[in-house]
């Protein structure tokens, strides 16, 4: 659904509740069904910018790990706004770099 790379060593967080409902409800287990990941607050050790969305600041973040420390729903299910999220996000992404750039 994006071009955004994920790293196995790493741990994806972001503080838009909407934005991590969304991911949580496109995860796909077996590369085919969607919805099923969980939606918490976490506590994470090294805490940097997302390499993926620089252009954003303060939107995503990665570090090494995590731990949870509230489940707000364990089961997020798939529903068609979520890529509509994703797809804000993404835009403003490429808003962003191309403003940097010019």
Same mark, same amino acid.
């Given at each position: 659904?994006? !071009?955004?790379?994920?790293?196995?060593?790493?741990?994806?967080?972001? $503080?838009?509740?909407?934005?991590?409902?969304?991911?949580?409800?496109?995860?796909?287990?077996?590369? %085919?069904?969607?919805? =099923? =990941? $969980?939606?918490?607050?976490? !506590?994470? !050790?090294?805490?940097?910018?997302?390499?993926?969305?620089?252009?954003?600041?303060?939107?995503?973040?990665?570090? &090494?790990?995590?731990?949870? /420390?509230? /489940?707000?729903?364990?089961? %997020?299910?798939?529903? &068609?706004?979520?890529?509509?999220?994703?797809?804000? /996000?993404?835009?403003?992404? !490429?808003?962003?770099?191309?403003?940097?750039?010019?």
């Amino acid at each position: 659904m994006t !071009e955004i790379g994920q790293r196995d060593d790493r741990v994806y967080v972001t $503080s838009d509740r909407d934005l991590a409902r969304a991911w949580a409800g496109i995860w796909t287990p077996d590369g %085919v069904r969607h919805g =099923g =990941g $969980s939606l918490y607050r976490v !506590e994470a !050790e090294g805490l940097e910018p997302d390499d993926d969305l620089l252009s954003l600041p303060g939107l995503s973040f990665q570090a &090494p790990r995590a731990q949870v /420390v509230v /489940v707000y729903d364990a089961h %997020v299910a798939y529903h &068609p706004r979520f890529g509509r999220v994703l797809q804000k /996000v993404l835009a403003d992404h !490429e808003a962003a770099k191309t403003k940097r750039l010019d």
